[in-house]
């Protein structure tokens, strides 16, 4: 079943299932597609769960920085194994279909997590604030209490604000051809899908932006405003190489998340060249979960200590 030749009527409904034909028409190529893509997602998983056990296994990485890198890591990997799977099927099988529940699932799901991730960068800038700009109050202000509302405040704003939109555009008739010119569910191309008014769910969309990922972008750029002026008003430069190594993790996180994603979503759409869209969306997809765990175990010191000791913990109970 070759799904480029594959004809519907414009006014026929669509009911059953989309057809992602994402890269088929890379043909043979889609091979060695696969393979990158699988080491990529297995480096990404095994990343984010390495992250995960070590700030588990070792009682000083057990502070609010490292409780939010555990949320960002979890949010991670959802992501990937949102993606990934159904990509690398898709790519070695003829049948590229996806019903259309499970279309508004992924979509809910991926959408879910990217205001999340706003978010917990948001909160993430805000910890690094407090522990610079106010470093006596920071064990008072950043409490375990105020780290878990912050972190389940971010979960609930990314599950209630994407489980609202999905519902609303998956209530909308669908309707010509179920081709979808992508390799997953996100909101452009299922909006396109739509045989009835969208202007509603396009002004959703554009309230949500700016509400839920450029407010959180805008928190950032004031937390480090504060930061960086509070940085510069130290006296020896070695406190101020200190005080800004803290925040370059995190700030080179944000850096690929807003700066992909942001390529991603505003660079102008040319209808003629939808390989190109695919391209820089999959460029997104790779980077940033890839980002989180390279940026935080080669460049972080306490990170990287954390390491070498739970590989020798682990090397002495094998020796023992």
């Known amino acids: 079943m070759i799904y480029s030749e594959r004809d519907y009527r414009e006014n026929e409904t669509i009911s059953d299932e989309f057809i992602l034909l994402g890269f088929f028409h890379l043909n043979e190529l889609q091979i060695v597609l696969f393979m990158v893509l699988l080491v990529i997602y297995l480096v990404a998983l095994m990343g984010n769960l390495l992250i995960i056990l070590l700030i588990k296994l070792n009682a000083s990485l057990h502070t609010p920085m490292y409780f939010f890198l555990v949320n960002l890591s979890v949010l991670e990997i959802c992501y990937t194994t949102t993606v990934f799977p159904q990509l690398l099927v898709h790519l070695l099988l003829e049948e590229k279909s996806i019903s259309i529940l499970g279309c508004a699932v992924q979509m809910a ?124 008003r130290l006296p020896s430069a070695e406190g101020r190489r200190k005080a800004f190594s803290t925040c370059s993790s995190h700030l080179m996180v944000v850096s690929f998340f807003y700066g992909t994603g942001l390529f991603t979503y505003l660079v102008p759409k040319s209808t003629s060249i939808p390989d190109s869209e695919q391209l820089i969306s999959l460029m997104n997809t790779i980077l940033v979960p890839l980002s989180n765990p390279i940026i935080y175990t080669l460049r972080n010191k306490e990170v990287k200590g954390a390491l070498r000791k739970t590989a020798e913990r682990a090397s002495f109970h094998r020796t023992g």
């Open 109 to 232: 799901i991926i959408t879910n997590m990217g205001l999340t991730e706003c978010c917990l960068l948001a909160a993430m800038a805000y910890d690094r604030y407090v522990a610079i700009c106010h470093p006596l109050h920071y064990t008072t202000i950043m409490s375990g209490q105020i780290c878990v509302q912050l972190a389940g405040a971010s979960w609930f704003v990314g599950i209630s604000v994407e489980v609202a939109q999905t519902a609303w555009l998956f209530s909308l008739p669908f309707c010509g051809s179920n081709r979808i010119h992508h390799f997953f569910c996100d909101v452009p191309p299922d909006m396109k899908m739509a045989c009835a008014d969208t202007s509603k769910n396009e002004f959703m969309l554009l309230t949500v932006s700016v509400l839920f990922i450029m407010g959180p972008f805008l928190l950032i750029i004031l937390s480090y405003i504060h930061i960086i002026s509070t940085i510069l």
